[in-house]
């Protein structure tokens, strides 16, 4: 099938009112404080996940919208989703370049923003799938990149992108199958997958065949897995723990007396929110941070800043917070 090409429109809008901030000493950093501070977005749609690109950060929603952040503001870049179908878009990853946004959502909703040229391409219903996706991985440069989809079944779809078009493989179910509820894939194309029975998995071949890497301690649901590579992978789960896994031994902090909702991390930083709405930092010495939020509405998602975008939690009701230094 010919995917359906769908031109961006840019919606621009202010929104007045004063921002509201608060400060968190930052570890190892002396007297250095940044502000968590709500940002103007052009909605009040329900955004479930975020991320960052080479042009900034971009996040999706409800009825489909997706968002980005250029160097200051947010706008609409696709109203409706990459179809136009206007399904909630539930979670997104991007390419190791930060040039394709994936985004997965209801219905089989599946599709890609590229952020650099301006355009989205839909790749919803792959086998025929209409089931909902709640969560997809990427690994690669765009336009060769791997992508993995999870749904609400605990099924596993894999695809290789060869340009404009992806060659999807057969479906599996990783784990204990209907339990599964969140899937990493590292640069190398090493996939992690979480389950509500304690349960985190790893293939080292793409996804063809899985191994139990633990965790017997655990005896909770695992809500996110965030993974760098082999030896670098954090799971998080619904008693406000993080569990990190070194490649051999997995280690244990308890940071919240609530679920944590998020967890994020590369090689030696991570960032977690409970859904109290309290979010932890860690960095090379542990999780030494912990900062209430602006009281706004549910955080649902976290990404980690880079030289073009802050570092952003984002939730119910078009809730946007920026960290600024």
């Given at each position: 099938m010919e995917p359906d090409r769908v031109r961006r429109r840019t919606v621009l809008a202010a929104i007045g009112g004063a921002a509201v901030s608060v400060s968190a000493s930052l570890a190892g950093c002396g007297e250095t404080t940044a502000e968590w501070t709500p940002a103007t977005v052009p909605t009040d749609a329900t955004l479930y996940d975020v991320g960052t690109t080479a042009t900034g950060a971009v996040a999706v929603g409800e009825d489909g919208i997706v968002l980005t952040r250029g160097d200051e503001s947010w706008t609409v870049a696709l109203p409706n989703g990459p179809g136009g179908t206007a399904d909630t878009l539930r979670s997104l990853a991007v390419t190791n370049n930060g040039r394709a946004v994936w985004a997965a959502g209801d219905s089989g909703a599946l599709g890609l923003y590229d952020v650099v040229a301006d355009r989205a391409v839909d790749f919803s219903a792959p086998k025929e799938m209409t089931s909902s996706w709640t969560a997809v991985a990427v690994a690669g440069l765009a336009g060769e990149e791997r992508i993995t989809a999870l749904n609400g079944s605990g099924e596993l779809l894999h695809g290789q992108r060869d340009g404009t078009s992806?060659?999807?493989?057969?479906?599996?179910?990783?784990?204990?199958?209907?339990?599964?509820?969140?899937?990493?894939?590292?640069?190398?194309?090493?996939?992690?997958?979480?389950?509500?029975?304690?349960?985190?998995?790893?293939?080292?071949?793409?996804?063809?065949?899985?191994?139990?890497?633990?965790?017997?301690?655990?005896?909770?649901?695992?809500?996110?897995?965030?993974?760098?590579?082999?030896?670098?992978?954090?799971?998080?789960?619904?008693?406000?723990?993080?569990?990190t896994y070194n490649g051999v031994d997995w280690s244990r902090a308890s940071l919240a007396e609530t679920a944590i909702t998020a967890l994020v991390r590369n090689r030696y930083d991570a960032l977690a929110i409970a859904s109290s709405g309290e979010l932890f930092e860690r960095d090379f010495d542990g999780w030494t941070t912990q900062t209430t939020l602006p009281a706004q509405n549910d955080p649902l998602a976290i990404a980690l800043g880079t030289s073009r975008a802050p570092e952003l939690v984002v939730g119910e009701s078009g809730m946007v917070i920026e960290r600024r230094y």
């Open positions: 992806v060659e999807w493989a057969e479906v599996i179910e990783p784990g204990t199958g209907s339990s599964v509820t969140d899937v990493d894939i590292t640069p190398l194309s090493y996939v992690y997958t979480v389950d509500t029975d304690g349960g985190a998995f790893e293939s080292r071949d793409g996804g063809d065949t899985w191994t139990r890497i633990g965790i017997d301690a655990a005896a909770i649901d695992f809500d996110a897995v965030a993974a760098v590579d082999s030896g670098a992978v954090s799971v998080a789960g619904g008693d406000g723990t993080v569990w």
